[in-house]
C-alpha cells in the first residue's frame, strides 16, 4: 500500500494499570517500525529508567495548562493525580504522511479522540487482564511502584475496566504473544478497509477499462 496517500489510523490501547500496553505497543512498534508512538505530556514525575522526550514529556503544571489553553492537545485527562495528555502536532504531522500512530491513553483520552474531528480514523482496542490477582502480580513484578502506588493503581482499576464496552476490540491479555499476534491481526484488517485504501478507485477503474476493452 503507498501509505502517502492515506490518512493514518490513531490506534488506541487502554486497560487498567498493569494489563500490559506499553509492552504491547513496544511490541508492536519492533513489528512495524513505521508505528509512532504518540508520545503523552504528564506532570507526574518520572520513574527510574523513563526517558524524557522517549517515555514522556515530563512538564510543569503550569506549562501542561498552557498547552492545554492554547489547543495544542489532542486531549487531556487526570489520572491518579497528575495530567496526563497528547500533543496535537506530532499525531496532526505523522497522520498526514499516511503514518499511523500508536497512544497509551486512558478510557478518558479514548473518549474525547473519539468525539474530535479524527474520529473516524480512529481504531480503539481495550485490554483487560485474566483476572484481577493476576494484575495485582503484574503490577508487583513490573518493580516500579511502591505498595501505597499499587494499591492506588488497583482501586482504580475498576474504573478503567468499567470503560471496556465504549472500544472497537476487546482482547484478554492473557499470553502475551496470542496477544499480539491479535492486535496485530486487527492493525492488518483496519489498514485493508477500503476507506484506508484511497489508490482502490484507480484499481477499480483499470479494472473496468481493461473490462470494456475485452468487449
Ligand atoms: P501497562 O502498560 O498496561 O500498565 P505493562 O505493559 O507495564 O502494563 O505490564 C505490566 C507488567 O506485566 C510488566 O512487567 C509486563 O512484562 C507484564 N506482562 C504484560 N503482559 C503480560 C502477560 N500476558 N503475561 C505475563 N506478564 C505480562
Ligand atoms: P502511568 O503513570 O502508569 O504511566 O500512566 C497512568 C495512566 O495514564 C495509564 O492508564 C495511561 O494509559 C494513562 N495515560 C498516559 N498518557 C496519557 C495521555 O496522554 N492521555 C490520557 N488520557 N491518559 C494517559
Redesign the pocket.
Known amino acids: 500500500m503507498n501509505t502517502a496517500d492515506r490518512r493514518g489510523l490513531l490506534i488506541i490501547l487502554s486497560?487498567?494499570?498493569?494489563?500490559?500496553?506499553?509492552?504491547?505497543a513496544k511490541r508492536l512498534m519492533t513489528w512495524d517500525p513505521s508505528l509512532q508512538f504518540s508520545v503523552s505530556a504528564t506532570t507526574r514525575p518520572a520513574r527510574a529508567g523513563e526517558v524524557d522526550g522517549k517515555d514522556y514529556l515530563f512538564v510543569t503544571e503550569e506549562k501542561f495548562r498552557g498547552w492545554v489553553k492554547d489547543g495544542d492537545m489532542l486531549e487531556h485527562a487526570h489520572v491518579f493525580g497528575n495530567f496526563y495528555g497528547s500533543p496535537k502536532a506530532p499525531v496532526q504531522q505523522a497522520i498526514d504522511a499516511g503514518r499511523d500512530v500508536i497512544f497509551?491513553i486512558d478510557w478518558q483520552g479514548a473518549q474525547q479522540i473519539r468525539n474530535s474531528a479524527l474520529g473516524r480514523y480512529t481504531l480503539s482496542i481495550f485490554?483487560l487482564p485474566p483476572s484481577i490477582p493476576e494484575l495485582r502480580r503484574?503490577?508487583v513484578?513490573?518493580g516500579q511502584d511502591d505498595d501505597e502506588t499499587i494499591a492506588k493503581r488497583m482501586q482504580k482499576s475498576w474504573d478503567e475496566i468499567s470503560h471496556w464496552d465504549g472500544y472497537d476490540y476487546v482482547l484478554i491479555?492473557?499470553?502475551?504473544n496470542v496477544?499480539e499476534e491479535r492486535l496485530k491481526t486487527i492493525i492488518m484488517a483496519e489498514r485493508l478497509k477500503f476507506h484506508q485504501q484511497p489508490g482502490l478507485s484507480a484499481q477499480v477503474r483499470r479494472l473496468q477499462n481493461e473490462f470494456e476493452d475485452l468487449s
Open positions: 486497560s487498567p494499570s498493569g494489563a500490559g500496553k506499553s509492552t504491547l497509551d485490554i503484574r503490577l513484578s513490573r491479555n492473557d499470553d502475551l496477544t
